[in-house]
């Protein structure tokens, strides 16, 4: 069976890559299938399975369940925050394909990520960054207390700290997680890699447009700081602990404090090759 649902995984991986279509249902399947196989392998935890996943029918009712039970307060019961989480959903697809494909992802760049149902059950990167999908709905639509509610829900229990305006991509990793802090007017376009202890933050108390921008494919690497109004370019590495202050240019490799560029790029996308030396 183990074989049977690796094939399965791999396939839609490989699809999706050459077609960027996502097969929901199958993928669902497939997560369920997991499910199915840890419980048996740890009878121990079989309810923890059933609640999380096999009790439900399709990924949205698992997902809306998983996030609630992530930003319970005692103050807003489980119950009505899952009545948010599935209220945005159904009014916005791109919630749920987002999900999707960041659960993607994580299986294809994290090597200790085995499976699909691994991120979805235990890695609060992707917690945190589906929580946010929430609040920027929220945001959105002029809903800013309970949006800054969520955000502080995931900042307090996952430490990881998202402005629920910053604009997130599709196909996002977010490696580890904790002391994630990303700022209001931040963007981070599809297919990016951010590993823990990353800042995407301002210069001061200047008003307005302030945050960095983060184009696709870029990886970041392990406690960089990107500060102000800036732009790192597609397909551009930062190396873990520099501290970026100026425009990137695309497909280059920066590190330092203040950061320099080193050299070009080994991949034409480093977010998804994850390799973080410096060559």
């Known amino acids: 069976m183990r074989e049977t649902i690796q094939k399965q995984r791999d396939d839609l991986l490989d699809r999706y890559r050459a077609t960027g279509v996502l097969?929901?249902?199958?993928?669902?399947?497939?997560?369920?299938?997991?499910?199915?196989?840890?419980?048996?392998?740890?009878?121990?935890?079989?309810?923890?399975?059933h609640a999380t996943i096999l009790n439900h029918t399709n990924f949205r009712s698992a997902l809306s369940f998983r996030l609630a039970s992530k930003l319970d307060n005692p103050m807003l019961p489980t119950m009505l925050i899952r009545d948010v989480i599935d209220e945005a959903m159904g009014d916005d697809a791109n919630i749920l394909e987002s999900a999707l494909?960041?659960?993607?992802?994580?299986?294809?760049?994290?090597?200790?990520?085995e499976d699909l149902s691994t991120p979805f059950l235990f890695l609060k990167g992707f917690h945190a960054l589906q929580a946010h999908r929430i609040a920027h709905w929220l945001w959105h639509r002029d809903?800013?207390?309970?949006?800054?509610?969520?955000?502080?829900?995931?900042?307090?229990?996952?430490?990881?700290?998202?402005?629920?305006?910053?604009?997130?991509?599709?196909?996002?990793?977010?490696?580890?997680?904790?002391?994630?802090?990303?700022?209001?007017?931040?963007?981070?376009?599809?297919?990016?890699?951010?590993?823990?202890?990353?800042?995407?933050?301002?210069?001061?108390?200047?008003?307005?447009?302030?945050?960095?921008?983060?184009?696709?494919?870029?990886?970041?690497?392990?406690?960089c700081k990107v500060i102000g109004n800036i732009e790192i370019g597609a397909g551009a590495k930062?190396?873990?602990?520099?501290?970026?202050?100026?425009?990137?240019?695309?497909h280059v490799t920066v590190a330092g404090v203040p950061a320099q560029v080193v050299g070009p790029t080994k991949d034409e996308n480093p977010a998804l090759g994850m390799d973080q030396t410096l060559r």
Request: hydrophobic share 40%; charged share 20%.
């Open 143 to 223: 809903r800013h207390t309970l949006a800054l509610f969520f955000q502080s829900q995931i900042s307090v229990g996952l430490d990881v700290d998202i402005h629920p305006a910053a604009r997130m991509g599709r196909g996002i990793l977010v490696d580890h997680a904790t002391g994630i802090v990303i700022g209001e007017t931040a963007v981070v376009e599809n297919d990016v890699s951010i590993l823990h202890a990353v800042t995407l933050g301002g210069t001061g108390k200047e008003t307005g447009d302030r945050h960095p921008k983060v184009r696709h494919g870029v990886l970041l690497g392990a406690g």
């Open 238 to 250: 930062v190396g873990a602990g520099s501290v970026v202050l100026e425009d990137v240019p695309p």
């Open 23 to 49: 097969d929901v249902d199958a993928i669902w399947e497939v997560v369920r299938g997991e499910a199915a196989s840890k419980a048996n392998e740890e009878p121990i935890l079989g309810s923890y399975f």
């Open 101 to 113: 494909t960041d659960m993607l992802a994580t299986y294809d760049r994290d090597p200790a990520c």
